[in-house]
């Protein structure tokens, strides 16, 4: 069902506006990083996720929404993954009477 002229303008606003305010969340996510550990070497974090929407489009002949949405649910799986040994002793530490 083909959406209306206005319907489909005010969903192109809210998808502004939700991309919007997810990417200053990411930017003050990446400031709060930079400015808590006194280091810049957050910073690229965005211009690498940049690049790599760039190839995966290229790559993938993908749509750009496509290739950003695969490209942030790689990097959330991954840096999930990555969390997960910290979690896993947190809990050992716990139990066993550490911090």
Do not use: C, D
Not at 12 to 41: K, M, P
């Amino acid at each position: 069902m083909p959406l209306g002229n206005a319907a489909s303008q005010e969903h192109r606003h809210t998808i502004l506006w939700v991309s919007l305010l997810a990417s200053a969340v990411s930017v003050a996510t990446v400031v709060a990083r930079v400015v808590y550990s006194g280091q810049g070497t957050y910073v690229f974090l965005i211009w690498n996720l940049i690049l790599l929407v760039i190839g995966v489009t290229v790559v993938t002949r993908l749509s750009r929404r496509k290739a950003v949405l695969l490209t942030l649910g790689v990097w959330l799986l991954l840096t999930a993954l990555g969390l997960v040994p910290a979690l896993v002793g947190s809990l050992f530490a716990r139990q066993f009477g550490g911090f």
